[in-house]
């Protein structure tokens, strides 16, 4: 049998929404993010908060090997103009981290997913554009 993706692994569309719901809404009420940045605590206002999940679900499907359905702009431009710096980038990526402990993903699915986050380092980081 070939080898299940990511995106199998993970459980598919509705598991990796919810995961995306969750963590969406730990990020929107992230103090140390939202004192961070004005641009970023703006975008934190609810009338976007739909349309984030979808968008961090779709890019998630995709870059897990699962369907190509993500609609949005690429890492590097979506980030470009918000001038984040490694510290936000780390902030996020431990509340990205902290949810899959919490819905009980395996370690070995978590550090797999977390090599993606990291992949897109460099592109999501104004400093090092
Ligand atoms: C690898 C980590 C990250 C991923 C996977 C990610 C994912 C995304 C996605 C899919 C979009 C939507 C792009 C579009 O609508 O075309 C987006 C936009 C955005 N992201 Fe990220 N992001 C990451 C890191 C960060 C960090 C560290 C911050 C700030 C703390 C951040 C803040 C934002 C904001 C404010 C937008 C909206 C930009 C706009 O519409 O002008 N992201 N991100």
């Not at 993010?33 to 605590?41: E, F, G, I, S, Y």
């Not at 609609?71 to 590097?76: C, H, L």
């Amino acid at each position: 049998m070939a080898e299940q993706t990511l995106y199998e692994r993970l459980g598919g569309a509705y598991a990796i929404a919810g995961a995306v719901d969750y963590l969406i809404d730990r990020l929107h009420t992230n103090a140390t993010l939202n004192n961070a940045n004005d641009k970023v605590q703006e975008f934190h206002a609810d009338q976007y908060k739909a349309g984030y999940k979808f968008m961090v679900t779709a890019w998630s499907i995709e870059k897990t090997g699962g369907p190509a359905c993500y609609p949005g702009r690429d890492m590097f431009e979506a980030h470009k103009d918000l001038g984040l710096t490694d510290y936000e980038f780390d902030v996020t990526a431990h509340e990205i981290r902290n949810t899959l402990y919490q819905l009980g993903v395996p370690r070995q699915e978590v550090g797999e997913f977390m090599d993606i986050i990291e992949s897109y380092r460099t592109m999501v980081v104004a400093e090092a554009a």
